[in-house]
């Protein structure tokens, strides 16, 4: 397998005493960077992370519930792609800052505005809102 990687990328590879081709081949990929090389030496024989490892162990501690409660269940195995998925979207969930942001704005002026021209919208079929 050909690997691509920058000068720098493969200096620190060679710090590390790891082989190019053995971290592409554990990613399944031939391009590579520093964490690429960081992640195959603090893990060497799984694809995950430690971190990502962690972030997957800590969600199924979060979801760990009697579901039974709600009604009857059945356990059924996971596909291939659906562990790979569960594991992914578990680690993204622990691991990525979810942000909700809120703005208060004044329309009592638009709001007025609106009512204003709401006959003369509704006879040109026209339903106006604040959105338009």
Known sequence: MEVQ???SVRAY???KNVTLVDVATSLKRSVLGKEDIDRFCATPNTNLGTSVASAVEN???Y????HAQFGPISLEPLTRIEQVAEANLSAANAMIP???HHDYVEISAIEAFRERVKSEAQQRGVKLTALD
């Open 5 to 7: 990687a920058s000068p």
């Open 13 to 15: 590879a060679a710090e």
């Open 59 to 61: 969600s199924a501690k």
């Open 63 to 66: 979801w760990a519930i009697d």
């Open 98 to 100: 979810q942000v909700t």
